[in-house]
């Protein structure tokens, strides 16, 4: 079975502090998209990479496709950044939905 | 940006009755929408794949005679519950893909909790 796996579950950490979240994959894809899930349940997109890295303000995604393996970071973490962090797959040669990952539960105290 | 509006966002019913949930895009046409669903502490799961003007594709293990879902045109889907069952209470959240887009970013409405009592 396809499967997305992401790594830590749950995350406490300092305001200011440098975060980083991983996701890894088991097989070939052909995008995979970084979701942020506020606690009223709402999911916004905050990158979709086929590879290399992308940089959005203080968030910066990367993706190695040999590896089978994307990260998030979030610099200079701020209590707003609190959410859960999804990472999504759309498989290779697959149907077009995307299969999830259970999420990162982000937690930034002030 | 593009927003894609869902309603309700909250619904409470008996079990028996039916439901219906919308989804709109509504600055930017869609051929393609999809409904997920998701259990407490749960990842999300797809559960089907609309496409405007044609029957939706549902993925393995839901059933299509209890969630109907209807993509009449290309900025509204509906996804209904059909007798609804305790069993059913999720939150069920829709995406867009925009016309104009390939494998780029999906727009995600605010998401819909169910209640089945």
């Known amino acids: 079975k396809n499967e997305v796996e992401q790594s830590p579950q749950n995350l406490t950490a300092q305001e200011g502090e440098f975060i980083t979240i991983n996701c890894s994959y088991s097989v070939g894809i052909s995008a995979l998209h970084w979701l942020q899930q506020h606690p009223g349940g709402g999911i916004v997109s905050l990158f979709m990479l086929s590879s290399g890295k992308k940089k959005h303000g203080r968030l910066i995604a990367t993706i190695n496709i040999q590896e089978k393996h994307s990260s998030l970071h979030i610099t200079a973490s701020h209590p707003r950044d609190s959410a859960v962090y999804i990472c999504a797959v759309r498989w290779r040669g697959g149907a077009d939905g995307l299969t999830f990952g259970k999420g990162t539960h982000l937690i930034i105290q002030p | 940006g593009a927003v894609v509006s869902q309603h309700p966002s909250r619904v409470i019913c008996k079990s028996g009755t039916s439901v219906k949930i919308e989804c709109r895009s509504l600055?930017?046409?869609?051929?393609?929408m999809f409904w997920y669903r998701q259990f407490p502490k749960q990842s999300l799961m797809l559960m089907a794949t609309?496409?405007?003007?044609?029957?939706?594709?549902?993925e393995q293990g839901v059933e299509k005679d209890k969630f109907l879902i209807n993509h009449a045109s290309l900025t509204l889907s509906t996804l209904t519950v059909t007798s609804a069952h305790p069993e059913d209470s999720s939150f069920y959240i829709c995406?867009?893909?925009?016309?104009?887009?390939?494998?780029?970013?999906?727009?995600f409405g605010s998401g819909t909790q169910l209640s089945v009592l």
């Open positions: 609309s496409n405007e003007g044609s029957k939706a594709t549902y």
């Open positions: 600055d930017f046409q869609a051929t393609t």
């Open positions: 995406s867009a893909r925009p016309l104009s887009s390939s494998n780029e970013k999906l727009f």
